[in-house]
T-cell receptor
Framework: SQKIEQNSEALNIQEGKTATLTCNYTNYSPAYLQWYRQDPGRGPVFLLLIRENEKEKRKERLKVTFDTTLKQSLFHITASQPADSATYLCALDMITGKLIFGQGTTLQVKP | IAGITQAPTSQILAAGRRMTLRCTQDMRHNAMYWYRQDLGLGLRLIHYSNTAGTTGKGEVPDGYSVSRANTDDFPLTLASAVPSQTSVYFC?????????????FGSGTRLTVV
């Protein structure tokens, strides 16, 4: 069956450390993989998109990797801050334009 | 208006009643979407529209209908609400359906069907 898996347990880290979130998928062949941030009571906000032929993408303190052999994406936040605390969603796009979302991982950055 | 506006913000609705959730965008995006978000199930696609005048069914379309009379508006209608439609509803858009860019989401409508 098709699945997208993100760690359902909250990730707690200390301010200044690097947060690493994982997105694994099975039986999908996405053309793109996207990451979103969602704060409580708000809609998701687009962060980064990485194509199937790209290994890594960076934007400021954010880095995304995409391994189509392992069927996995890693999302890194370097020098994390309490303001980075939120739920982070990964989403697959099979080039149909209809995103399939994971359930998200909640990140808590402690000062 | 900047981005996507959804209305109402929240609503308590009696089962069996009809309700329309409104979604308006001012970015001239061609593609628009409706998702529902439930604890433990994540975001699931209800309906989508590639461009004005066309709509399609997503993963969970039963009990919902949409229309796309123009580029800016994409209302979602519950013809006869049931308690299982209690959820948070998000409208989203992007420039083109198959483009390599992200969605812009609205702030959501929290609907409780009693």
């Amino acid at each position: 069956s098709q699945k997208i898996e993100q760690n359902s347990e909250a990730l707690n880290i200390q301010e200044g450390k690097t947060a690493t979130l994982t997105c694994n998928y099975t039986n999908y062949s996405p053309a793109y993989l996207q990451w979103y941030r969602q704060d409580p009571g708000r809609g998701p906000v687009f962060l980064l998109l990485i194509r199937e032929n790209e290994k890594e993408k960076r934007k400021e303190r954010l880095k995304v990797t995409f391994d189509t052999t392992l069927k996995q994406s890693l999302f890194h936040i370097t020098a994390s801050q309490p303001a980075d605390s939120a739920t982070y969603l990964c989403a697959l796009d099979m080039i149909t334009g209809k995103l399939i979302f994971g359930q998200g991982t909640t990140l808590q950055v402690k000062p | 208006i900047a981005g996507i506006t959804q209305a109402p913000t929240s609503q308590i609705l009696a089962a069996g009643r009809r309700m329309t959730l409104r979604c308006t965008q001012d970015m001239r995006h061609n593609a628009m979407y409706w998702y529902r978000q439930d604890l433990g199930l994540g975001l699931r696609l209800i309906h989508y529209s590639n461009t004005a005048g066309t709509t399609g069914k997503g993963e969970v379309p039963d009990g919902y209908s949409v229309s796309r009379a123009n580029t800016d508006d994409f209302p979602l209608t519950l013809a006869s609400a049931v308690p299982s439609q209690t959820s948070v509803y998000f409208c989203a858009s992007k420039t083109e359906m198959t483009g390599a860019d992200g969605y812009t989401f609205g702030s959501g409508t929290r609907l409780t069907v009693v």
